[in-house]
């Protein structure tokens, strides 16, 4: 792959849910890794697609984009209630109102930044990676085949550790509606939409 970054470490996971993730604080120490269950359902060319789009996460640095953003929202998670209860102490106290408000709408609106950068990461990396192999649709086609075989219960562990869900290439906790604006990932079929659209961009 022309990707201008060097190769990454592979790394293969013995799970059935297949799915694949990069890692790595900069593209010198980078790695890829890949599950069994991905291998397994994938073809050459839908496989050299997922492999792609994580390679362009390693170039896009969206692994130090995700842990700044992460850091921020933290941040001002804290801050908020912090200055929640310092004005408790304080003689000329704000509105108790606003400073509950502040609490909790502060967490929620820091969140929803996190996770509409981490969708934005995602539509870039679809992006790159069609670029890398100039095959948009093998891409489209193994997010197709990742998301029909997420319904048959693969995903059951993965929920349980939300913590790595951004890392994923679909996350298993992608939802619709207003579970959609907290998801880390866009959904399948807009992705998918968007990767049948480069078909007729020159890549």
Known sequence: LNA????????II????????????NPDNAAIAVTNGLIEILSAAELRGVIAHEIAHIANRDIL??????TFASAISSLSYLSFFLNRNQSSRVNPIILILISILAPIGATLIQMAISRSREFEADRNGAYFTGDPIALASALKKIEHYSKKNYFEKAQKRPETAQMMIMSPLTGNGLQKLFSTHPTIEERVAKLNGLKKEEL
């Open 4 to 11: 201008g970054v060097p190769t990454p470490a592979i790394y």
């Open 14 to 25: 013995n799970e059935k849910a297949p799915n694949a993730f990069a890692t790595g604080r």
């Open 65 to 70: 984009i995700s842990t700044i953003s992460a």
